[in-house]
């Protein structure tokens, strides 16, 4: 069975800094594309990154370019996500995923179809 935990969240200040991480059980991360989505109090989940199996690809949401690092560390089976400079309006439960086909990698990734297993989401609450 597939677990993933994510970790990292908290009360953070309007321009602080917050590291999520996922962690994996019941499946080797390194042959399948990671993704990050949010969803804030009464709003639809949005995409907020992913990272190919290999880690060579990422993609980000325009919102959070420039500003959030997705990576992966493959030898611990984790994917994480550094969120610099960070706004209200990130404010929301983070989840990680795993796409549903390994090494698999296109614009789909931005889409939450393509992940078949999630975790059960970290807060973040970012104050002004």
């Known amino acids: 069975q597939v677990q993933l935990v994510e970790s990292g969240g908290g009360l953070v200040q309007a321009g602080g800094s917050l590291r999520l991480s996922c962690a994996a059980s019941?499946?080797?991360?390194?042959?399948?594309?990671m993704g990050w989505f949010r969803q804030a109090p009464g709003k639809e989940r949005e995409f907020v990154a992913a990272?190919?199996?290999?880690?060579?690809?990422?993609n980000y949401a325009d919102s959070v370019k420039g500003r959030f690092t997705i990576s992966r560390d493959n030898a611990k089976n984790s994917v994480y996500l550094q969120m610099n400079s960070l706004k209200p309006e990130d404010t929301g439960n983070y989840y990680c995923?795993?796409?549903?086909?390994?090494?698999?990698?296109?614009?789909?990734?931005?889409?939450?179809?393509?992940?078949?297993?999630w975790g059960q989401g970290t807060q973040v609450t970012v104050s002004s």
């Open positions: 019941g499946r080797t991360l390194s042959s399948y594309t």
């Open positions: 995923a795993t796409d549903r086909a390994k090494t698999y990698w296109s614009s789909d990734n931005r889409m939450s179809f393509r992940y078949n297993y």
């Open positions: 990272i190919s199996w290999n880690g060579d690809n990422t």
